[in-house]
């Protein structure tokens, strides 16, 4: 089960450490070409939802590399469980019924949290 957990969470991990990274460094202008949601919404909460991306992908690895808080995993993968559906339900409110990243990344985010029970 650890191994598993280490698998999926780590590839959970790096996508929303690149993703949520992306958003709180670059503008408008050049988040544009992959996600055109950016228009809708204050660069401000751009940026806040990138620093939730970097923070939750933390807290998928280091609370059960240390061993403090290790229910912290758990919390970060139900996160990413609430943050995707509320993703798709933007990109299904602009229109856009590409969804299918959504929808893999919540199949993911839940089988990590299923995973992370057994830091528990």
Avoid: C
């Avoid at 050049?30 to 991306?53: C, K, N, Y």
Wanted: net charge positive; hydrophobic share 60%.
């Amino acid at each position: 089960m650890h191994l598993a957990y280490w698998l999926v969470a780590g590839l959970l991990a790096l996508f929303y450490l690149y993703g949520g990274g992306v958003k709180l460094v670059r503008s408008r202008d050049s988040l544009r070409p992959m996600m055109a949601w950016v228009d809708s919404m204050p660069m401000r909460a751009v940026r806040g939802i990138g620093l939730i991306e970097v923070l939750g992908a933390i807290g998928l690895l280091l609370p059960p590399l240390t061993g403090i808080a290790p229910w912290l995993a758990l919390a970060a993968a139900v996160g990413f469980v609430i943050l995707q559906f509320a993703a798709t339900g933007v990109h299904l409110r602009m229109g856009d019924r590409r969804i299918a990243l959504n929808l893999t990344l919540i199949a993911l985010a839940g089988v990590t949290v299923w995973l992370a029970t057994t830091w528990l």
